[in-house]
């Protein structure tokens, strides 16, 4: 082991992957504030986080923050190579390495990293446990690799790069009215009915191992050690130098990739596919969905290319302003419905295409059995109108850019933090 310590890189990698958790907050909190190159808003400071049972406010209905529910980390070698050395072939080499496994960033159902939902997710997870980790989509990559390493004692070495694995699953924490003990109402931060999981990763980190080294045990070093033929003939016999094959390592990628085409196959049939039903469940009141204090509303598309867009009730509306709340359940305080649109008879839905999008536009199509048509709807206290809408397949909250006639109403991750996302429910 003297020898890898020696050479800087297996300290390097460790001094990398060895972020306190003070620190990993300090660069998230200087990271708030303008989006990141890539175009996504950079993740919010554990500070700024609410706590479930803290107060919000009406402006708080249409946004949403994640809630951690559980974490695992596990090293993870992602290229890999049996190597041996020989008394006569010390020194540097440059050594191709195997693909072990591939990552990938992905949170949610969708699995992309659009908007800041995402992107506060990863960033809470990382603060949490003290871990700088990927919080924008990328992967590890996907073909072999080359690795200089120099070799200053022979014997049976298992080049790697590795990193830690993050993975788990999140809830969120919605503005809702919740009833007091004295049987008041007040707004509080409450968990709300969606949850999804991540996976994400750290830093990268290259080195060589030998079956004699002593490794800090659950490292990646430790993990790459595994992977190595260990007592076995192939570890003791002689050996010319040069690549040498590892089983452990070949049974490991082949239960990988068996892993991995169980999950995409789940994946490709797991989509919404809408159907469409014989009627449905409404009820009699009829609703405008307004701007509070405001002329303008919810008006459905005429065109079926078209979206839902924010327009000034009149004589010509036709309907199209006229919702019903249908098939309505309760749980917990918070309302599931389908909104259906008394002008043009369909239903409230993100466009299947385009739901892994951020700022994807609402329209209306044939009711059916889609959770991309149903809605979570988060209530302020007795007394006020005022409502926030979640998407319940993709968890995004309904919201518009700006208020102006003819806007579009679209889906942010975690709202619109400027109260746009909240609207009023006003009977007709």
Not at 134 to 159: A, C, E, M
Not at 275 to 295: E, F, M
């Amino acid at each position: 082991m003297s020898h890898l310590r020696s050479s800087g890189r297996w300290t390097r990698g460790l001094v990398a992957l060895t972020v306190t958790a003070a620190s990993t907050l300090a660069a998230i909190t200087a990271a708030t504030g303008p989006a990141t190159a890539a175009g996504h808003p950079k993740p919010a400071t554990a500070a700024s986080q609410p706590k479930a049972g803290e107060a919000c406010t009406s402006a708080d209905l249409g946004t949403r923050h994640p809630v951690i529910k559980s974490t695992e980390v596990s090293p993870t070698i992602t290229h890999f190579k049996g190597w041996y050395v020989t008394q006569g072939s010390t020194g540097t080499q440059t050594i191709s390495t195997n693909v072990q496994e591939t990552l990938s960033v992905t949170v949610g159902a969708n699995g992309n990293i659009q908007g800041s939902f995402p992107v506060e997710v990863l960033g809470t997870v990382g603060a949490s446990l003290g871990l700088n980790v990927q919080v924008n989509y990328t992967t590890t990559s996907s073909t072999n690799k080359s690795i200089t390493w120099d070799f200053r004692q022979p014997g049976y070495y298992g080049l790697y790069e590795g990193t830690k694995k993050v993975t788990g699953t999140y809830g969120s924490l919605n503005c809702n009215r919740t009833q007091q003990g004295d049987g008041s109402w007040a707004l509080k931060w409450t968990e709300g009915p969606d949850t999804g999981s991540y996976t994400t990763f750290t830093t990268l980190e290259e080195g060589a191992v030998r079956c004699e080294d002593t490794v800090p045990a659950n490292s990646i070093m430790r993990k790459a050690q595994g992977l190595l033929d260990c007592g076995s003939p192939v570890a003791t016999a002689k050996h010319p130098a040069g690549p040498a094959p590892s089983a452990k390592a070949e049974a490991a990628k082949a239960g990988q990739e068996a892993a991995a085409g169980a999950k995409k196959s789940v994946k490709a049939t797991g989509n919404p596919a809408s159907q469409t039903r014989a009627a449905l469940n409404c009820q009699s009141a009829v609703y405008r969905i307004d701007v509070p204090g405001k002329p303008l509303n919810w008006s459905a598309p005429l065109l079926t290319n078209d979206g839902i867009r924010l327009r000034e009730s009149n004589f010509f509306s036709a309907h199209l302003d006229n919702w019903r709340l249908c098939n309505v359940t309760e749980n917990n305080g918070v309302i599931e419905a389908s909104l259906w649109n008394w002008g043009n008879g369909g239903c409230a839905t993100i466009p299947a295409n385009i739901a892994n999008q951020e700022q994807a536009y609402l329209t209306t199509a044939a009711c059916g059995e889609d959770d991309l048509q149903r809605f979570y709807i988060y209530r302020d206290v007795p007394g006020s109108s005022k409502i926030g809408l979640q998407n319940k397949y993709t968890g995004s909250m309904m919201g518009h850019d700006r208020y102006a006639d003819g806007e579009l109403i679209r889906q942010y991750s975690s709202g619109r933090q400027d109260g746009t996302g909240s609207y009023a429910l006003t009977g007709v």
